[in-house]
Nanobody
Framework: QVQVVESGGGLVQAGGSLRLSCASS????????MGWFRQAPGKEREFVAA????????YYADSVKGRFTISRDNAKNTVYLQMNSLKPEDTAVYYC????????????????????WGQGTQVTVSS
Protein backbone atom coordinates (compact mmCIF):
# COMPACT_ATOMS: atom_id res chain seq x y z
CA GLN A 1 0.00 0.00 0.00
CA VAL A 2 1.28 3.45 -0.92
CA GLN A 3 0.05 6.74 0.46
CA VAL A 4 0.83 10.07 -1.13
CA VAL A 5 0.37 13.48 0.46
CA GLU A 6 0.69 16.75 -1.42
CA SER A 7 1.83 20.07 0.03
CA GLY A 8 3.04 23.46 -1.09
CA GLY A 9 -0.07 24.91 -2.64
CA GLY A 10 -1.21 28.46 -2.03
CA LEU A 11 -2.06 31.82 -3.51
CA VAL A 12 0.39 33.48 -5.90
CA GLN A 13 0.26 36.32 -8.36
CA ALA A 14 0.50 35.71 -12.08
CA GLY A 15 4.12 35.34 -13.12
CA GLY A 16 5.09 33.93 -9.75
CA SER A 17 6.35 30.51 -8.73
CA LEU A 18 5.39 27.68 -6.42
CA ARG A 19 6.91 24.31 -5.66
CA LEU A 20 4.62 21.44 -4.84
CA SER A 21 5.83 18.40 -2.95
CA CYS A 22 4.40 14.93 -2.79
CA ALA A 23 5.59 12.72 0.02
CA SER A 24 5.02 9.00 -0.25
CA SER A 25 4.96 6.30 2.37
CA UNK A 26 6.01 2.75 1.69
CA UNK A 27 9.32 1.12 0.94
CA UNK A 28 8.76 0.80 -2.81
CA UNK A 29 8.60 4.46 -3.77
CA UNK A 30 11.54 4.18 -6.16
CA UNK A 31 9.65 1.52 -8.14
CA UNK A 32 6.73 3.79 -8.97
CA UNK A 33 6.40 6.24 -11.79
CA MET A 34 4.72 9.38 -10.44
CA GLY A 35 2.40 11.90 -11.96
CA TRP A 36 0.85 15.27 -11.27
CA PHE A 37 -2.67 16.09 -12.35
CA ARG A 38 -4.93 19.05 -11.75
CA GLN A 39 -8.63 19.79 -11.67
CA ALA A 40 -10.19 23.21 -11.99
CA PRO A 41 -13.77 23.90 -10.87
CA GLY A 42 -16.25 22.53 -13.37
CA LYS A 43 -13.57 20.80 -15.41
CA GLU A 44 -12.26 17.29 -15.73
CA ARG A 45 -9.03 16.21 -14.12
CA GLU A 46 -6.16 16.78 -16.52
CA PHE A 47 -2.61 15.55 -16.78
CA VAL A 48 0.23 17.93 -15.90
CA ALA A 49 3.50 15.98 -15.72
CA ALA A 50 4.95 12.53 -15.13
CA UNK A 51 8.31 11.10 -14.16
CA UNK A 52 9.55 7.55 -14.40
CA UNK A 53 10.77 5.53 -11.43
CA UNK A 54 14.43 6.58 -11.81
CA UNK A 55 13.79 10.23 -12.62
CA UNK A 56 15.56 10.00 -15.97
CA UNK A 57 12.43 10.38 -18.09
CA UNK A 58 9.77 13.04 -17.83
CA TYR A 59 6.67 13.99 -19.77
CA TYR A 60 4.62 17.20 -19.75
CA ALA A 61 1.33 18.49 -20.94
CA ASP A 62 1.75 21.06 -23.69
CA SER A 63 0.09 23.69 -21.50
CA VAL A 64 2.88 23.57 -18.92
CA LYS A 65 5.89 22.61 -21.00
CA GLY A 66 8.75 25.04 -20.44
CA ARG A 67 7.18 26.45 -17.27
CA PHE A 68 6.84 23.43 -14.96
CA THR A 69 9.50 20.91 -13.94
CA ILE A 70 8.87 17.55 -12.32
CA SER A 71 11.61 15.87 -10.32
CA ARG A 72 12.00 13.25 -7.63
CA ASP A 73 14.26 12.37 -4.75
CA ASN A 74 13.96 8.65 -4.12
CA ALA A 75 16.04 8.89 -0.95
CA LYS A 76 13.36 11.17 0.47
CA ASN A 77 10.38 9.37 -1.09
CA THR A 78 9.31 12.68 -2.56
CA VAL A 79 8.36 14.03 -5.96
CA TYR A 80 8.28 17.73 -6.75
CA LEU A 81 6.57 20.03 -9.19
CA GLN A 82 8.33 23.35 -9.69
CA MET A 83 5.89 25.77 -11.27
CA ASN A 84 7.20 29.00 -12.78
CA SER A 85 5.57 31.78 -14.79
CA LEU A 86 2.21 30.85 -13.32
CA LYS A 87 -0.95 31.95 -15.08
CA PRO A 88 -4.50 32.37 -13.78
CA GLU A 89 -5.51 29.35 -15.88
CA ASP A 90 -3.15 27.22 -13.76
CA THR A 91 -5.57 27.65 -10.85
CA ALA A 92 -6.73 24.21 -9.77
CA VAL A 93 -6.45 21.51 -7.18
CA TYR A 94 -3.22 19.65 -7.90
CA TYR A 95 -3.05 15.91 -7.28
CA CYS A 96 -0.09 13.58 -7.02
CA UNK A 97 -0.42 9.97 -8.10
CA UNK A 98 1.68 6.81 -8.06
CA UNK A 99 1.37 3.96 -10.52
CA UNK A 100 2.98 0.60 -11.12
CA UNK A 101 2.99 0.79 -14.94
CA UNK A 102 6.60 1.16 -16.09
CA UNK A 103 6.07 1.38 -19.82
CA UNK A 104 6.50 4.29 -22.19
CA UNK A 105 6.55 7.58 -20.29
CA UNK A 106 4.34 9.16 -22.93
CA UNK A 107 1.47 6.94 -21.77
CA UNK A 108 1.44 8.43 -18.30
CA UNK A 109 -1.15 11.05 -19.06
CA UNK A 110 -3.75 8.31 -18.58
CA UNK A 111 -5.36 8.46 -15.14
CA UNK A 112 -6.12 4.74 -15.12
CA UNK A 113 -2.40 3.91 -15.02
CA UNK A 114 -2.22 5.28 -11.49
CA UNK A 115 -3.14 3.22 -8.46
CA UNK A 116 -2.71 5.69 -5.61
CA TRP A 117 -3.86 9.29 -5.36
CA GLY A 118 -3.40 12.05 -2.84
CA GLN A 119 -6.07 14.40 -1.54
CA GLY A 120 -4.82 17.36 -3.51
CA THR A 121 -3.46 20.82 -2.77
CA GLN A 122 -5.05 24.06 -3.95
CA VAL A 123 -3.12 26.39 -6.22
CA THR A 124 -4.66 29.78 -6.92
CA VAL A 125 -3.06 32.24 -9.32
CA SER A 126 -4.41 35.79 -9.21
CA SER A 127 -4.27 38.12 -12.18
Amino acid sequence: QVQVVESGGGLVQAGGSLRLSCASSGRSFSNYPMGWFRQAPGKEREFVAAINYSGRSTYYADSVKGRFTISRDNAKNTVYLQMNSLKPEDTAVYYCAAGSYRGYIGDHYKTDLYDYWGQGTQVTVSS
